[in-house]
């Protein structure tokens, strides 16, 4: 007898029947709610018992993994920047790391960076809630935009403590490592989205201002606070 254990049937409208065979074996079948007569006989299958899932229910367990996976890696992510800024800080001031405490921009960059400033406003804040906002009744687009916007909202608060209590070039290292970690976060988050056209403009510009962020932190902020060898 053929033992088939894979996807029977899936029409538009089904459900997920978590089959436990004779050997307490549970298989995943998606079929159509006609077919549950069928699935209870004794072909194909050794079946003791059958649970319906609705898709609804499938969608929520599905968005929970997902979320409690994302607050994980956002946790260990926080844990580890933490650490690192907090090394990078008291590194610079025993003079341990060939890194200035002050950043030393000249006026034009800190006109420049004040500029740059109210665009990361705009791109890298305003623009997310908007898309938030949009995504209202989504649930997965939602759970994305709450945990952007929490990862953003630690980057500040760590940015203002840190350079408050350790150096003022601590900000440098945390954008560094903020910024590459939202990168990963907006494009592995692509899946779970869902957009109109505008909206997916919106997302192209989050990311297009993030990358140019990363630039910007390689090309002016990092060679402004390291201090070479011979200076």
Known sequence: MENNRDCIYQPPIYSRYLLTIENKERVKVFAHNSLKPLLTRHYNFFIIDVTVES??????KDLR??????????????????????????????????????IGFS??????????????????????IVLC??????????????????VVAVQLISERAFSQWLVSSVVVPIGFCYTAFRLWQLLDGIP?????????????????????????????????????ADS
């Open 55 to 60: 898709a609804e229910n499938v969608e929520t």
């Open 107 to 128: 006026e034009q960059q800190w006109s420049f960076l004040m500029w740059w400033v109210k665009l990361a406003l705009v791109a890298g804040i305003l623009l997310p």
């Open 133 to 150: 906002v949009q995504a209202w009744q989504k649930p997965s687009s939602l759970a994305f935009w709450g945990s952007y916007l929490l």
């Open 192 to 228: 779970q989205l869902s957009f109109t056209r505008l909206g997916w403009v919106g997302f192209g510009c989050v990311v297009l201002f993030w990358f140019a962020n990363l630039l910007m932190l390689m090309t002016v902020a990092i060679p402004t606070i390291y201090k070479r």
């Open 65 to 102: 993994a997902m979320t409690l996976n994302n607050g994980l890696v956002i946790m260990l992510f926080i844990l580890v920047a933490t650490n690192l800024a907090i090394g990078y800080g008291f590194c610079v001031k025993t003079q341990r790391l060939p890194f200035s405490a002050e």
